[in-house]
């Protein structure tokens, strides 16, 4: 099993910030990509101000912090990935977009190197084939917020060695998470679950068979959730939810998965949930 040393993370959003400062914070030395500069400074500033929350916490020193920080290299150049081990893609969920980054990534790493895709609905074999390499590329799907959250899916294609596979479960592992193997299909295993509940939540407020407030204390008080499911469209945000929605019922046909016409005309809205102001609730 190849050692992992240094790590790319393409994507310096909510989620690639995420998975580079975890895996600083485990001693990784971590390149970060972005496309333009005010993008990557953003991201940056998150990553810090994250930091700054454990250090008050008393999670972490201000020391460990310190050096979490120097172990982070932001960068506008893909060129800068050059020596990385694996590479984490974390961009835009367009198909196209990742395609072409993964053949550049491809013609750029060492032979050795794995190239992952942090994907929560696309097909990553498709994403391989861009590649002179599908053995070596995988799904690592983290879920929001990264240095909160303790899963990681490590997602199979049906060419993924064996090899790879037991390096991604290494690499979960060491920055502080609990991985689960999934086979690459829509939605992998949380949201192949999750997603139909979460539609189906919205069909009983669209038809009228129960208020907001009581599907989600229903859910909550019944089965113990930590938040009901309307409120969790709103924290994963509508758009994202009606996005992958989309694709697992292109790809299985099963009505459960079709996106419900509330959800549709919200998206259409612009209410997209806690990051618009307005979903299901409120956000002043």
């Known amino acids: 099993m190849p050692a992992l040393q240094k790590i790319g ?3 310096n959003g909510l989620m690639g910030s995420g998975i580079a400062q975890v895996a600083a914070t485990a001693g990784f030395d971590v390149v970060v990509l972005e496309a333009d500069q ?3 400074d953003r991201g940056m500033a998150g990553i810090k101000k994250s930091l700054d929350k454990f250090v008050e916490k008393g999670a972490i020193s201000a ?5 979490t920080l120097a172990k982070l290299k932001p960068t506008t150049r893909l060129e800068d990935l050059k020596e990385s081990d694996l590479v984490i893609e974390a961009i835009v969920e367009k198909m196209p977009a990742k395609k072409e980054l993964f053949k550049k990534l491809d ?8 190239i992952c895709s942090n994907t929560s609905s696309l097909c990553i074999i498709e994403m391989a084939a861009a590649t ?7 799904g690592l799907h983290f879920f929001n917020p990264v240095p909160i959250m303790k899963l990681v899916e490590v997602v199979k294609t ?4 064996q090899e790879t596979i037991d390096t991604l479960f290494h690499f979960s592992v060491k920055v502080g998470k609990k991985p689960i193997l999934a086979q690459d299909t829509p939605g992998f295993i949380v949201n192949r679950l ?3 509940y979460l539609l189906y939540a919205i069909r009983m407020y669209e038809s009228g068979l129960a208020t907001k407030e009581d599907i989600d204390e229903g859910m ?3 089965c113990g959730h930590p938040m009901g499911p309307l409120t969790l469209l709103d924290f994963v945000g509508l758009d994202t939810t009606y996005y992958i929605a989309e694709i697992m019922f292109d790809e299985f046909k099963d009505p459960l998965m079709a996106p419900p016409p509330l959800l549709k005309r919200m998206v259409l809205a612009g209410q997209y949930g806690r990051k618009s102001g307005k979903g299901f609730y409120d956000y002043p």
């Open 9 to 11: 993370v393409c994507g």
């Open 194 to 196: 999750l997603v139909p």
């Open 107 to 114: 013609a750029l790493l060492a032979p050795h190197a794995i």
């Open 158 to 161: 049906i060419v993924t060695s």
């Open 132 to 138: 002179k390499r599908p053995k070596q590329v995988a």
């Open 38 to 40: 005010a993008a990557l």
């Open 220 to 222: 909550k008080l019944g």
């Open 63 to 67: 020391a460990h912090r310190d050096e």
